[in-house]
């Protein structure tokens, strides 16, 4: 018979080893199914005027094929025509490193219509210092007749990262993202071209630290939620934020004008507004925009704060506004705060508090229009068709006539609200309007 002897102290300590290897195991299963595998990265070299569309794209080939990681492009000019952005790759740039679009529209895949374009992708993402030049591309079939392609267009992608990058002269959008799911924009700079951010049907998207400076909306979109854009400054000769979401908030931002960069089509400069409500109809919107918090942001030199037009308002009209709060925003230099028209149901309620907003000193403001669209009243600040609206430590400044205009609503609620004119009657018209609490 063979004895074996026991060491009950090896035994536990075996039992221990085994056990943390276990729970290491189920912690980090990717050290296990990779090993010592170091990610894939591929450094690329900068060809000046060569167009370098096939050896970029190669690279990113290569890359998804051993199961992703880095393409790198270091410092120097990369000339490109479109490229196709493959799951699990991140293109980086570094500093003074320059993506360079062609100029000839031939060089783009016009089923993509895009300068780096993604379809059905997860993990992807483009980061660095270095720069992405669109070099307005000119399309003669494009839209308004000469629109080339979009800088970066996602559809139906999740998992996006963009930060640090500058992206400058787009063709048309800057960045694209159609269906797309938990995009992170961090520190990203947009210089000129149109649109800085357009967004449809998106979800779960944080913006912060960027700087845009568009040439049309710097944000757009429709059928959005659970947006958070933070820390950002914002300069545009169209629109700060044209857009529907639920779910969505903009604190610690600075909205200004006049833009730094000519609207293209309309050859001028001033910023139109900072919020307007966007819901086309012909794009089948589904979501109701509301539970928005605008908080501790500036707005300088903009024509309107927040404009919304259910009725009749261009691409405003295919889902209604429900909610909105504004707090501690300071508005100088603006010709209208707030322009509202609601659905007759009355589903739009709005709250600020600890704000002011002063009308442009020497401005004559006669606009006949907004965007094609009759202005009822040029008060600083009007509203129709709504179920609550509620102010609280407010300060509405404008000389000659009363500032506050109210009609066909369910509640008006005035608390510590600071009328500046030089109008001597009363500083409001209330009209049609079920119950008036007012507290001044």
Known sequence: MELKFINHNTMKTNNLFLNLTLLVCLLFPAMFAFGNQTPVRIDLKPQGTVLMTDSIQAAINKCAALGGGTVVFPQGQYLSGGLELKSNITLHLEKGAVLLGSD???????????????????????????????????????????????????IKCKDINFTGITIKNSANWAINCRYCSFGTVKNVTIL???????????????????????????????????????????????????????NFTV?????????????????????????VHFSPKDDHSVIKSGNWLIKDVIIENVD?????????????TGQPVTNLRFENVKATGILSAFYIIGDTARSFSLEIK????????????????????????????????FDEIKLRKVILEKKDTPPLNLNSGNLVSLKRVSFITTNTAVPYKFDKIEEIKNKN
């Open 104 to 154: 000839k529209y031939a060089d783009y895949n016009a089923k993509h219509d895009a300068f780096i374009y993604g379809e059905n992708l997860s993990n992807i993402a483009i980061t660095g210092e270095g720069t992405i030049d669109g070099v307005d591309t000119y399309n003669p079939d494009g839209e308004e007749g000469f629109r080339g392609p979009h800088c970066i267009r996602l």
């Open 192 to 246: 000129a071209g149109h649109d800085g951010l357009h967004t449809r049907f998106c979800d779960n998207f944080t913006v912060t630290g960027c700087d845009f400076s568009t040439g049309d909306d710097a944000f757009a979109g429709n059928d959005n939620r659970d947006f958070v854009i933070s820390d950002c400054k914002i300069n545009t000769a169209c629109n700060g934020f044209r857009i529907g979401c639920m």
């Open 354 to 385: 600890n704000s002011q907003f002063s009308y442009r000193d020497g401005a004559v403001y006669n606009a006949a229009e907004f965007e094609g669209v009759k202005i009822l009243s040029h008060d600083l600040f009007y509203a129709q068709n």
């Open 251 to 275: 604190q610690r931002c600075k909205i200004y004008g006049p833009g730094k960069y000519v609207h293209k089509i309309q050859k001028r400069s001033n910023m139109l507004s900072a919020f």
């Open 304 to 316: 309107r704060v927040y404009n919304y037009n259910f009725e009749n308002g261009l691409w405003q």
